[in-house]
């Protein structure tokens, strides 16, 4: 009988340490999402995701449409350093808090489309390597 009662106990004991580490992770898990959404005006992680690539000296597709808190990646597959810009060449605007990044073979570069409205993106050293998103 005592036994069992030990065997109880500790289960019990391990059942609270348990369920105290599985809410200590959700509230974590909760306060890195609002974190997130604070710094990307209110949109949430974990959304849809659109993928543009860079080969051969050409964005594809050179446009992508969007709802609002989707992302949009933009990744680099030739062999030379991109410089991904968002706005007209030569007058750059930060768009996500990204004015200009650059990107190497096989990186990429990612933002939450945060604000609506038609945005155009280039590679500041070639700018004819280009492309235009739109987020609604």
């Not at 051969?56 to 597959?77: E, G, M, Q, V």
């Amino acid at each position: 009988m005592r036994g069992l009662k030990t065997s109880l106990i500790t289960l019990f004991v391990a059942i609270v340490i348990i369920g105290a580490g599985l809410l200590a992770v959700m509230l974590s898990s909760r306060y890195l999402d609002q974190q997130f959404a604070n710094e990307h005006d209110g949109c949430y992680p974990n959304q849809p995701n659109h993928t543009v690539i860079i080969q051969n000296d050409k964005a594809t597709p050179d446009h992508i449409d969007a709802p609002k808190c989707d992302t949009l990646t933009i990744t680099n597959l030739d062999n030379e350093e991109r410089i991904i810009a968002f706005g007209p060449h030569e007058d750059h605007v930060a768009y996500d808090g990204i004015k200009e990044k650059s990107v190497s073979q096989n990186e990429s570069v990612v933002v939450t489309l945060v604000q609506t409205g038609s945005f155009r993106f280039h590679d500041h050293i070639h700018d004819e390597v280009e492309g235009t998103f739109t987020v609604h």
